[in-house]
């Protein structure tokens, strides 16, 4: 099968990382597949990290252009690869083509609240999670078939499933794009101001990795906490680099104020990690509603301050559970290949049904 996916740009995030790894695994199982870029907005580093038997196609389109050309040759590209199945991976990537007789169409869409216009030549749209589908089917009355996202753990570095030694520092990460309107990283900073100097509460390290427009608020709020020694800012890392560094702390955190999955959370509990996560429903149905990891309430800093101090005063337990029962459930139900088979079977429904038409 011929499948082109079709993406804006190609910048670090759950949705591009995700998109490397069923690509590579399509490619793997003999299918043709081609990724085409229609910005102009890309890291090389990243698409370096696609599987070479993938092939990417430019447009080069300077982003927010409007000379029709631009439209053009998107389209001239697409036909090109001869699709038997497209995939876009954004609602405005399929406002921007014109369909193909025989072609099969699929859109995914990775977020709560993406402005989705339904169009009759998309044979399908997938919802991430649970959440994302009700959200479509609430605004706009659109079913979807729910494929959730996959993680290759395999790759994760296991926490090796010892408590950090008394004296040691409990050491937290969060893995999220620094836009705190979001992902809620001020809460998280928040919380860590209320337990410094609590008695009986160990020093308490925060390491956020990700890059984004709240830098510059995030390190005025760390400042103005006096935290500048327990929070650190590492910029973004190659998934290579978190992979095998998620074993070194103690807890992973989620803050985020909404979210329509959470690939980090699914992430860290495949490295056996404890995971702490706001009570929203992408991430909640990660954790299993709260049987496979621990939340707080959306947007409450002292809330998720007295989970962190659970979290410390329970640590061998919750160790406990991400070796055990958490870690068998994201590597059964979030396995990247059986994301990328069911996205294989789609297409082919997809493209059986224009063959027939």
């Not at 490397?20 to 580093?45: F, K, P």
């Not at 010892?162 to 705190?180: N, Q, T, Y």
């Not at 139900?333 to 088979?341: F, G, M, N, Q, S």
Request: a neutral charge; aromatic letters at 8%; proline letters at 4%.
């Amino acid at each position: 099968m011929n499948i082109t996916h079709v993406s804006f740009g190609f910048n670090t995030g759950g949705a591009e990382l995700m998109m490397s790894d069923i690509m590579g695994i399509q490619a793997e199982e003999g299918h043709n597949v081609t990724l085409l870029l229609i910005n102009d907005r890309y890291e090389e580093a990243l698409l370096q990290k696609i599987p070479s038997d993938v092939r990417v196609v430019k447009v080069g389109r300077p982003s927010g252009s409007k000379n029709p050309l631009w439209y053009l040759k998107y389209n001239i590209l697409l036909r090109r690869t001869r699709p038997d199945a497209v995939h876009f991976h954004q609602a405005k990537a399929s406002s921007l083509t014109i369909p193909s007789r025989g072609t099969g169409y699929v859109e995914t869409v990775h977020c709560l609240g993406a402005p989705v216009k339904k169009r009759g030549f998309i044979d399908r749209y997938v919802a991430i999670s649970e959440a994302v589908s009700s959200d479509l089917e609430k605004r706009l009355n659109l079913h979807t078939a729910i494929i959730q996202n996959g993680i290759n753990s395999r790759a994760i570095t296991p926490h090796g499933g010892a408590p950090r030694k008394e004296g040691d520092p409990f050491r937290i990460v969060c893995v999220s794009r620094l836009d705190h309107g979001n992902k809620g990283q001020d809460i998280a900073i928040e919380a860590l101001s209320k337990l410094k100097g609590s008695a009986g509460m160990p020093e308490i390290h925060l390491d956020f990795i990700g890059e984004g427009a709240s830098l510059k608020m995030l390190e005025d709020l760390v400042a103005e906490k006096h935290l500048d020694k327990e929070i650190r800012f590492l910029g973004n890392r190659p998934r290579d680099y978190i992979y095998s560094h998620l074993a070194d702390y103690d807890l992973f955190i989620q803050p985020s104020r909404f979210e329509g999955f959470g690939l980090t959370v699914a992430e860290a509990m495949a490295a056996r990690l404890p995971v702490l996560i706001s009570d929203i429903e992408g991430p909640m149905d990660i954790i299993g509603q709260g049987k496979y990891g621990t939340c707080f309430r959306n947007g409450d800093a002292g809330d998720c301050a007295r989970k962190i101090a659970s979290a410390i005063g329970n640590h061998r337990e919750l160790l406990a559970l991400a070796a055990g029962d958490a870690y068998t459930r994201v590597t059964e139900k979030y396995d990247i290949r059986r994301t990328a088979r069911e996205y294989i079977a789609l297409y082919s429904e997809a493209a059986a049904g224009k063959r027939h038409n």
